[in-house]
Each structure stands twice: as structure tokens, then as C-alpha cells.
């Protein structure tokens, strides 16, 4: 008996030093993304503004367990944008995964712009649109940044907690992709950054 409440306890305990280690890391990640406004010279928000950045709480249910399938023979395209220019991306593979008891599947996808950028040469783009737009996040859907290796690992997750708004959620005057047809999800997605509160500024 004693060892059975032993274990409860030691699994009470590591449950929520694991929760708090989250917690903490999502705390980090929000505050670099927080800097990087002031920082980068483009952005559409000063340091005042950034009280006006809402998120959900942290959620460890919206990191899911993918499987990634590579889509090497995908033609290059133009997405559009919300300002009405197109940028060129190539589809680059699918995640497929199950959240709230349903298969789900989401494209990641590569910048042709940026791919012979050292600092990009890496990177994908996950756009997405949920049933939390124009409710409690931006209403052009949501994004998160991948890496390849990330992806094409043994043990591949998408961590919705780190989705970020699109430039165009708080300014006019930015060539921000819109998500295609196919990375919309039919439920809501509750965490990650929420609709920014402050007024839309224009360029």
C-alpha cells in the first residue's frame, strides 16, 4: 500500500515538474518572439505595442505525433497573398496526425525565395486556417515555422502552441501568404497567438 501511494505521488510530482517545464519553454519561445518586434526594423509593432499580444495557455494536448509523407514531385506555384501579389512556394511533403478523435492532415511547404538563403535553406512554412478565425485569432488563419530535418526525423510533432499571427494581423502593407484550401481544419485550435488587440495600424 505504501508503495502504490509512493507511486502516485512520485507521478503527481514528475507530471507537473514536466507541465512547468512546458510552460516555462512556451514563456521563452513568446518572449524572443516578443523581442524580435523590436528588433527587426520592418516590423509593424514598437515595444508599446507589444502589451496588446494576446495567447492562449500553454496546452500540451496541441503537440501531436505526426507522420510525414515527402511530395518530391510537386510543381512550384503562386500563392497569394492578402496584399494581391503572389509569392512562389513548392509543397514540400504532408503531416498527418489525429486531434479530438479525427484523422487531420496539413502541407508544409517551401519559399522559392528564400531557399538559397544560408539562414533558410532549412526552413518550411506551415499556413493554417481553424474554426478559431475571426473568433478568437486572426481572421487570414495562423502560422508556424518547420525545419526539414524536424519533419524527416524518427519522431515528428507540430506544436500549435507556437502558431503566430501573419504580419497583415496587426499592420497594412504586407505581402502575408494566404493559407491554401487544403490547410484548412475543421475544429478550433486553442492555443498558439490569439486576434491582437490593439487598432490595426496603416502604412
Known amino acids: 500500500m505504501k508503495n ?6 512520485l507521478c503527481a510530482i514528475c507530471s ?3 507541465g512547468q517545464t512546458y510552460t516555462e519553454t512556451i514563456a521563452e519561445h513568446r ?4 523581442q524580435d518586434f523590436i528588433e527587426n526594423e520592418r516590423s509593424p509593432l514598437q515595444e508599446a505595442d507589444l502589451v496588446n499580444l494576446r495567447f492562449y495557455e500553454s496546452d500540451e494536448k496541441y503537440i501531436v505525433k505526426c507522420t510525414f509523407q515527402r511530395t ?7 500563392l497569394p497573398t492578402y496584399s494581391g501579389i503572389t509569392k512562389p512556394y513548392q509543397k514540400y511533403g504532408v503531416l498527418s496526425f489525429e486531434l479530438d478523435g479525427k484523422p487531420r ?11 538559397n538563403m544560408p539562414q533558410y535553406k532549412d526552413h518550411l512554412f506551415l499556413p493554417y486556417r481553424d474554426l478559431t478565425n475571426d473568433e478568437t485569432t486572426y481572421g487570414g488563419g495562423r502560422y508556424m515555422d518547420m525545419t ?4 524527416e526525423s524518427d519522431e515528428v510533432h507540430i506544436d500549435f502552441n507556437k502558431s503566430y499571427n501573419p504580419w497583415c494581423g496587426y499592420s497594412d502593407g504586407y505581402n502575408c501568404p ?9 475544429l478550433a485550435i486553442h492555443a498558439g497567438e490569439q486576434k491582437y488587440a490593439g487598432e490595426k495600424k496603416h502604412k
Open 178 to 186: 494566404i493559407p491554401p484550401t487544403e490547410n484548412t481544419l475543421k
Open 72 to 78: 518530391p514531385d510537386e510543381k512550384p506555384f503562386d
Open 148 to 151: 526539414i530535418s524536424e519533419v
Open 31 to 34: 518572449a524572443k518572439y516578443k
Open 16 to 18: 507537473n515538474i514536466f
Open 105 to 115: 492532415q496539413l502541407a508544409v511547404y517551401r519559399s522559392l525565395r528564400l531557399i
Open 4 to 9: 502504490l501511494i509512493f507511486l502516485i505521488l
